[in-house]
């Protein structure tokens, strides 16, 4: 049985950083692209990161403040979070996906989430 799980979470101030992880089993981990998505409260769940043998990708708003990256030996995959924002606080979520990039829509696998909080 496939299982990602997040860990890493927390309540901060803005400014400070979080590193979130995601450790995965069941699977082949090097054999997968992996992800970190989001959901704030009321909104739709948003990409955040991804991670695979070609390089990465990060979204607009967290590109040059977060890092992902992943340790196959294991089988972790993480999200180095700095000068973290109010606008940052949501449920992150660790996603694979076989072979390529996760997408929202199109992800096989997916964490159950652990909640990040950035007050002002």
């Known amino acids: 049985q496939v299982q990602l799980v997040e860990s890493g979470g927390g309540l901060v101030q803005a400014g400070d950083s979080l590193r979130l992880s995601c450790a995965a089993s069941?699977?082949?981990?090097?054999?997968?692209?992996m992800g970190w998505f989001r959901q704030a409260p009321g909104k739709e769940r948003e990409f955040v990161a991804a991670l695979r043998w070609s390089g990465t990708y990060y979204s607009n708003s967290v590109k040059g403040r977060f890092t992902i990256s992943r340790d196959n030996d294991k089988n972790t995959v993480y999200l180095q979070m700095n000068s973290l924002k109010p606008e940052d606080t949501a449920v992150y979520y660790c996603?694979?996906?076989?072979?390529?990039?996760?997408?929202?829509?199109?992800?096989?696998?997916w964490g159950k989430g652990t909640l990040v909080t950035v007050s002002s």
């Open positions: 996603a694979a996906k076989y072979g390529t990039w996760p997408t929202s829509g199109g992800a096989d696998y």
């Open positions: 069941g699977l082949t981990f090097s054999s997968y692209g």
